[in-house]
């Protein structure tokens, strides 16, 4: 029997462990894109729409401001702070730390997820890493705008993982809060929720269900009472077949230079009438080999992890703004991928620890390719996320010529760029 002195160093060096394991994770985090630190950054909306709202209009006002046709808390909140908390140079690395906080998050919930198969520390860090490889478009990295995706992508983790109490319980549905009024996506997995709740017999997933179903309940009256023009909803089972075969099959595992390429003829193809029935044959058969190898591990977090991803992805891609032949286009829409990406690697990686025989030896080779694919495009072909005018040196024109219209990120015809108001009298305000 293990003595309380050997189980406190056991508990000691576990939460060392796994203290290193996030402080890793965020630096590998912040040194992908070195420059949003460096240079700082508002990325697109975030600085046009959200802060340039923070920084003129009435906090409440600025806090329920609606874009694209829905709330988006997280970037008004994370706006919020950088318009009030800081002098403004700094403004940007106030958004740029919530949105970091954001993205630790579904690392933390993991950690702290007490999964049987991710307890073992080779596999724990396996699962991080697949955070980071799996389609890891530098859209959804560190700005508050697409800090929804890792609240989706949370929700989903929460629905997968065994339910929790206390602290860590609260902690949960906090992010259950958050996450609807942040975006539409996590909404979709509120029937799961039910489902699991009604399965389980779990007051804990009801709860969880009506955090969800409670609050995204607003979210989808202000999608009712603001529609957005450039949103086309809906898309064909064969554009979608396509989309995934694109997205989850061929740039995870051979990367988004050799999808790019097919990716582009595909697009001839399906432009020009031709045949896509190879394409649409692989993606099923695909299709059918992880939903039924992740049934016959009768592992509920497998199964829920896969249902969560299908769901995001599915809905997603269903809901998505522009025209649905630009999701073929890999990076178009990648934001919509992200999510499910993760969810359906973690789901690989659980397939792989509740498995045996070839089952076992194939998914545990396939996780490990997608994560050495997947970091090998990390730290390249960013320059348009990572690349944009330094913020001080912004500041300090609009300073000296109030009509100057501040540029945010990206830079590129003069398509994101906000007049800030009078700096004296902003000044003065401070």
């Not at 809060?177 to 017999?201: E, K, N, Q, Y």
């Not at 099959?249 to 001839?268: H, Q, T």
Request: charged share 15%; aromatic share 12%; hydrophobic share 50%.
């Amino acid at each position: 029997m293990m003595t309380s002195e050997a189980s406190g160093t056991k508990l000691s060096t576990s939460m060392k462990f796994y203290t290193f394991l996030l402080a890793t994770y965020a630096v590998l985090l912040l040194i992908r894109m070195p420059d949003i630190l460096i240079k700082r950054r508002f990325w697109a909306e975030e600085g046009e729409v959200y802060f340039h709202n923070a920084w003129n209009e009435r906090w409440y006002d600025a806090l329920f401001a609606v874009h694209s046709g829905y709330l988006n808390l997280s970037a008004s909140i994370a706006t919020l702070l950088a318009a009030h908390l800081v002098p403004l140079e700094f403004a940007p690395l106030v958004s740029t730390t919530f949105a970091l906080f954001i993205q630790l998050c579904p690392v933390f919930l993991l950690i702290t997820g007490c999964v049987e198969w991710l307890r073992n520390r080779v596999t724990l860090t396996l699962a991080l890493l697949l955070l980071l490889a799996c389609n890891n478009t530098g859209e959804v990295w560190l700005n508050s705008i697409t800090s929804q995706f890792h609240l989706a992508l949370c929700a989903a983790l929460i629905l997968a993982l065994p339910a929790a109490g206390g602290w860590l319980g609260a902690f949960r549905a906090g992010l259950l809060v958050l996450a609807p009024l942040s975006g539409p996506a996590s909404i979709f997995l509120t029937p799961l929720f039910f489902l699991r709740a009604w399965l389980d017999r779990s007051r804990a997933r009801l709860i969880q269900g009506g955090l969800l179903a409670a609050f995204g309940v607003l979210q989808v009256l202000m999608v009712a009472l603001h529609p957005d023009p450039g949103r086309s909803v809906g898309i064909g089972p064969r554009l979608l077949i396509l989309v995934m075969y694109i997205k989850h099959l061929i740039e995870p595992l051979f990367g988004r230079n050799y999808a790019a390429r097919v990716a582009s003829r595909l697009i001839e193809t399906v432009t020009s009438g031709g045949p896509v029935l190879p394409e649409i044959t692989i993606t099923l058969i695909a299709i059918l080999t992880i939903v039924i190898t992740a049934w016959k591990t009768a592992d509920p977090v497998v199964n829920w992890l896969l249902a969560g991803g299908a769901t995001i992805m599915a809905l997603s891609y269903f809901g998505s703004l522009a025209p649905h032949i630009g999701l073929l286009v890999v990076g178009g829409g990648g934001r919509y991928e992200y999510a499910p990406g993760v969810l359906f690697g973690l789901t690989l990686l659980g397939i792989s620890k509740r498995s045996e025989g070839w089952v076992k030896a194939i998914s545990t080779v396939l996780v490990i390719w997608v994560i050495v694919v997947g970091m090998h495009d990390y730290f390249r072909d960013n320059r348009f996320f990572d690349t944009g005018s330094t913020w001080t040196k912004e500041i300090s024109r609009w300073r000296a010529d109030p009509s100057y219209r501040v540029q945010f990120w990206p830079v590129g015809g003069g398509s994101w760029r906000s007049q800030l108001g009078d700096p004296h009298l902003h000044d003065g305000g401070d």
